[in-house]
T-cell receptor, first 111, second 121 residues
Framework: GQQVMQIPQYQHVQEGEDFTTYCNSSTTLSNIQWYKQRPGGHPVFLIQLVKSGEVKKQKRLTFQFGEAKKNSSLHITATQTTDVGTYFCAGRASGTYKYIFGTGTRLKVLA | DAGVIQSPRHEVTEMGQEVTLRCKPISGHDYLFWYRQTMMRGLELLIYFNNNVPIDDSGMPEDRFSAKMPNASFSTLKIQPSEPRDSAVYFC???????????????????FGPGTRLTVL
């Protein structure tokens, strides 16, 4: 079945450093979504990417969808302590509204 | 809007007991999803509904798990009998599929509830 992997599993950075998490799907995706989950909280939607090669920015966050629509990345510039949490990608294959969540990357920001 | 509402927030029960988790989706949303989150298995989709009809239940672990959506504003996930390995956080999420005008692209961000932390002793 469809699998979605993320790397790294954990990342500790100093405040102000950049951070990137990568998401890889075993199958071609119709679209991909990114979520953030704070410790003890629930996943919160960040963005959805639909087009091959799409790049979207939200302030310090940059999201990319690969040309083959099988991978994606999230890059945070100049991390802040408020960025702490686990970042998940979630991929959807065509013909379904079933999303497969990635394994997540847990980000810790040291002040 | 109050967002997705789940109850109870915490549930502690003994092995063999029946457990019922409840979810009220955001009004007007046409999709409802049940997820389970554990450290070992991450965030797993159990089942999802469209307009109250179950579409894909391939993630339901076994016959002990059942889910219903009797109307657009309520869904339940039942475990009978419960086992210690069912201990997890169970999330309900809802979404509304919409199409951006002039495109063929569907958008459907999922709104998650606060979750129910289930502990089976």
């Amino acid at each position: 079945g469809q699998q979605v992997m993320q790397i790294p599993q954990y990342q500790h950075v100093q405040e102000g450093e950049d951070f990137t998490t990568y998401c890889n799907s075993s199958t071609t995706l119709s679209n991909i979504q990114w979520y953030k989950q704070r410790p003890g909280g629930h996943p919160v939607f960040l963005i959805q990417l639909v087009k091959s090669g799409e790049v979207k920015k939200q302030k310090r966050l940059t999201f990319q969808f690969g040309e083959a629509k099988k991978n994606s990345s999230l890059h945070i510039t100049a991390t802040q302590t408020t960025d702490v949490g686990t970042y998940f990608c979630a991929g959807r294959a065509s013909g379904t509204y079933k999303y497969i969540f990635g394994t997540g990357t847990r980000l810790k920001v040291l002040a | 809007d109050a967002g997705v509402i789940q109850s109870p927030r915490h549930e502690v029960t003994e092995m063999g007991q029946e457990v019922t988790l409840r979810c009220k989706p955001i009004s007007g949303h046409d999709y409802l999803f049940w997820y389970r989150q554990t450290m070992m298995r991450g965030l797993e989709l159990l089942i999802y509904f469209n307009n109250n009809v179950p579409i894909d239940d391939s993630g339901m672990p076994e016959d002990r798990f059942s889910a219903k959506m009797p109307n657009a504003s309520f869904s339940t996930l039942k475990i009978q009998p419960s086992e210690p390995r069912d201990s997890a956080v169970y999330f309900c999420a809802s979404s509304l599929v919409y199409r951006v005008s002039g495109t063929s692209r569907n958008y459907n961000e999922q709104f998650f509830g606060p979750g129910t932390r289930l502990t089976v002793l």
